[in-house]
């Protein structure tokens, strides 16, 4: 077993934790996805990054092969992808880990276009109009898809894979750091939910019975924006975007906001059916209604597991890996191992205090 240093590891990574070296080998040498059931302490990202960098070493004489071949070397190497459910999680990979690159959604960087006006106009929100080569958010996306390991948040990747022309995809590994959120990662994302203030926002109407289901999805079947859109364009194109006030940005902003809500209205056309639940919740600020499946199960593969290889999920709370993997709509093809707790007993304590 190669130590931290031999891995290319950052230098505070003198010695492996007992039971890692060994579990980091298991996972490297494992042509079957797996599962790292541990509790904090033991250092499951560490474990997640040793892995990838055991199963890339036999490709650092990419350089050799490409002369051979002609190929490019990146297609030769063996590439990463490391999910996590939260941007702090994500930023903190990068902190222990600086070799691994990251890219976070276009909201986070500023347009070069309108940086004095960052945040309240970003990346997410520009024109188009015109590439700019140095584009925070375009420099961090090619920073990261030409990287042996790059992270980002779930939400992130699912989007690239399904939506944006799924250049995160086809990955050889996906690391999923807190396994067990990422059913309720999954139903987030495939549900639909719709709210009042979002509709006042949008200068859009709920159906004429907002709490009956049908009325719910005669509405969705006849949504259409494309006049909407039209006049704003229409407007705007009177206007050299150097001289936009306030009133042209947020009605571009507007703009934006109705091709996304219409991307989803038509992605939640494309797999509802009549097993999906509905539901209407009523808020001191805001009444909300949602459609949703009864289990992701059956959505896993198509918005997930086909986009890589094969993945390792880590988390320190999987009750029982049968539940978890089948609501994850996975049978019995990967690995598993649990790690008791690293801590001694005497140094966690369990206090009783009823109230």
């Known amino acids: 077993m190669k130590t931290p240093q031999e891995l290319g590891l950052p230098a505070k990574f003198k010695l492996w934790r007992p039971g890692q070296g060994e579990v980091i080998q298991q996972i490297a040498d494992s042509e079957l996805s797996f599962v790292l059931d541990a509790p904090p302490g033991l250092g499951k990202t560490l474990c997640g990054v040793a892995a990838h960098r ?18 490019d070397p990146r297609d030769l190497e063996y590439m990463t992808a490391y999910i996590t459910p939260s941007k702090q999680l994500q930023q903190q990979v990068v902190d222990d880990f600086p070799f691994v690159r990251s890219v976070k959604g276009r909201a986070n960087y500023p347009c070069l276009k309108h940086k004095d006006d960052f945040p309240s106009f970003t990346a997410d929100d520009c024109t188009g109009t015109s590439t700019c080569d140095d584009c925070p958010y375009r420099v961090a996306k090619q920073a990261a898809l030409r990287a042996p390991i790059a992270a980002m948040n779930t939400t ?3 989007t690239e894979v399904n939506e944006a022309g799924g250049l995160f995809s086809g990955r050889d590994l996906l690391i999923i750091d807190e396994l067990d959120k990422l059913e309720g990662e999954l139903m987030n994302y495939i549900s639909f939910q719709v709210g009042e203030r979002q509709l006042t926002r949008l200068k859009l109407k709920p159906p004429s019975h907002p709490n009956e289901k049908q009325s719910w999805m005669d509405w969705a ?13 229409s407007t705007l194109s009177g206007l050299p975007e150097e001289q936009w006030t306030d009133v042209e940005i947020n009605l571009h902003k507007m703009g934006k906001r109705l ?16 097993t999906w639940l509905f539901s209407h919740t009523v808020t001191e600020k805001d009444t909300s209604w949602t459609f949703r499946p009864v289990r992701v199960a059956q959505y896993a593969e198509k918005y997930l597991w086909r986009h890589a290889g094969r993945f390792l999920g ?3 709370t ?12 996975i049978g019995n093809s990967y690995e598993y191992r649990k790690f008791a707790c690293p801590f001694p007993i005497a140094h966690r304590p369990i206090y009783y205090t009823p109230k």
Do not use: C, H
């Open 314 to 316: 880590m988390s320190g």
């Open 221 to 233: 079947n006849n949504f259409n924006v494309a006049r909407q859109l039209v006049n704003i364009q």
């Open 54 to 71: 055991m199963r890339e070493l036999p490709k650092r004489s990419r350089e050799v092969m490409a002369e051979l071949t002609n190929q």
């Open 318 to 329: 999987i009750l029982d890996p049968e539940i978890v993997m089948g609501d994850l709509g």
């Open 156 to 158: 992130y990747f699912l």
């Open 259 to 274: 091709e996304r809500f219409a991307s989803k209205v038509r992605g939640f056309l494309n797999e509802v059916d009549d």
